[in-house]
């Protein structure tokens, strides 16, 4: 079974440039996650998703970050315009509703932001 | 809100020496425990969990018991090796965060052999 992709693997970019990243979370798997990981730190929620819908978004910088999952697969994440202090590894996770897999969270190998 | 709180790192041992990496956890509610692992240059993965009080998660020879009275979830293991060097996360779900894993801010083990 393949796990949780991501791409790319790392992003070099100068301040307030665009940038996105992109998820393709487990075959079936209702819910999906990103986090941030600031070096150092643990992982923190930006947003959550439940199929289309994003049911936990209250840590996502709105201003410039935005994130979609249209068709309840894939899940783009952006940042416009990117800051010094987005430098991080953005993790995506996903998880089923199954009774079966208790919610257990699958993550991807996160994607390293560098703002130049 | 919640919180995990994990001993400060990084920590060395030698190989066969016996680990332990305290956490400690603030939650309302009952919250799920767990432990993950971070290899260098892989992703997150889930080394083992506990759902409620008095449980024992176990996996690859380490352990963690949750404790409601305490409050805390220690990783142990008894023989380290090489192998095990990486970086482990304590986290919780539940309580007030349903749905999100909150982490503590993990913890460097280097083995030597």
């Known amino acids: 079974e393949a796990g949780v992709v991501q791409s790319p693997r790392y992003k070099i970019i100068e301040k307030k440039q665009p940038v996105a990243f992109w998820c393709n979370p487990i075959?079936?798997?209702?819910?999906l996650y990103w986090y941030r990981q600031n070096l150092g730190q643990g992982p923190e929620l930006l947003i959550r998703?439940?199929?289309?819908?994003?049911?936990?978004d209250s840590q996502l910088p709105k201003d410039r970050f935005s994130a979609e999952r249209l068709k309840g697969v894939d899940s783009t994440l952006k940042i416009q315009p990117a800051e010094l202090g987005d430098s991080a590894v953005y993790l995506c996770?996903?998880?089923?509703?199954?009774?079966?897999?208790?919610?257990?969270?699958?993550f991807g190998p996160g994607t390293r932001l560098t703002v130049l | 809100g919640d919180s995990v709180t994990q001993m400060e790192g990084p920590v060395t041992l030698s190989e066969e020496a016996f680990l332990t990496i305290n956490c400690t956890y603030t939650a309302t509610g009952y919250p799920s425990l767990f432990w993950y692992v971070q290899y260098p240059g892989e992703g997150l993965q889930l080394l083992l969990k506990a759902t409620k009080a008095d449980d024992k998660g176990s996996n690859k020879g380490f352990e963690a018991t949750y404790r409601k009275e305490t409050t805390s979830f220690h990783l142990e293991k008894g023989s380290v090796q090489v192998s095990d060097s990486a970086v482990y996360f304590c986290a919780l779900r539940g309580g007030t965060s349903y749905g999100k894993l909150t982490f503590g801010q993990g913890t460097i083990l280097t083995v030597h052999p």
């Open positions: 996770a996903s998880s089923s509703l199954a009774v079966s897999s208790y919610n257990e969270q699958f």
């Open positions: 998703y439940e199929n289309e819908e994003a049911v936990d």
């Open positions: 075959s079936g798997h209702n819910t």
